[in-house]
DNA sequence: AACAACCTCAACCGCATCAGA
DNA sequence: GTCTGATGCGGTTGAGGTTGT
């Protein structure tokens, strides 16, 4: 009786994913691609989700997926990126070949945001400073892009939007971050 | 050896955005 | 212009492993 009430308990398997699923979802995406996640799903014959599907594949069997510990300078770049664009994980994956962003987010959350607290706490008393000092980077990442901006043209740059209106991360604009790729190797370091 | 506390990371969830009808 | 399904993203959870007592 009292089942009845309950919702339909979902029809996909969940948790941890087996060998013989990994090599169906893989086998599937090379005849098809990766796209349609949902029908790749039912084509491999898997009690899955597409949403599913598609994570494995992003996070764990794509080719090229760079394995293993996080090395120093890309946990560098990670800080760096991540002081110029906040929690925007598939961005900075964007920068660090082979990584993907659920790795990145969750080095982050393991590693990183206790050694940035630290940071923090050790300058406390110079955390005004610190702002300001963000305030400046912002403003020289801003100045870059105006000039880019108007050497460029505009007309057929990538980088051609409205400065203050990207550096307004609560506006969901950013699209286009080719700038940033620029911005990172000319400058080396933040 | 046994247990608790902590850590890591794969996977899920909900929401936002995109694209095609 | 609107609707709907597909896709992408970031936050969160929980199982399994590791370390400390």
Request: hydrophobic share 35%; aromatic share 8%.
């Amino acid at each position: 009786m009292e089942e009845n009430l309950l919702p339909k308990r979902s029809e996909f398997n969940k948790g941890a994913w087996t060998a013989e699923e990994d090599r169906k979802l893989a086998e599937v995406i090379a005849v098809h691609g990766a796209r349609r996640w949902k029908t790749i799903a039912n084509i491999a014959g898997l009690s899955r989700c597409g949403k599913s599907c598609r994570l494995r594949w992003m996070n764990y069997l794509r080719p090229n997926i760079k394995r293993g510990n996080i090395t120093d300078q890309e946990e560098d770049l990670i800080l760096r990126l991540h002081k110029l664009l906040g929690n925007r994980w598939s961005l900075i994956a964007g920068r660090l070949p082979g990584r993907t962003d659920n790795e990145i987010k969750n080095y982050w959350n393991s590693h990183l945001s206790k050694k940035v607290n630290q940071n923090e706490k050790q300058s406390g008393a110079s955390a005004r400073q610190g702002c300001k000092a963000q305030q400046r980077l912002a403003e020289n990442v801003k100045e870059q892009v105006r000039e880019e901006n108007t050497s460029a043209g505009c007309e057929d740059s990538n980088v051609g939007f409205d400065v203050d209106e990207f550096f307004d991360f609560s506006n969901e604009g950013i699209r286009n971050l080719e700038w940033v790729s620029r911005f990172l190797e000319v400058n080396g370091g933040l």
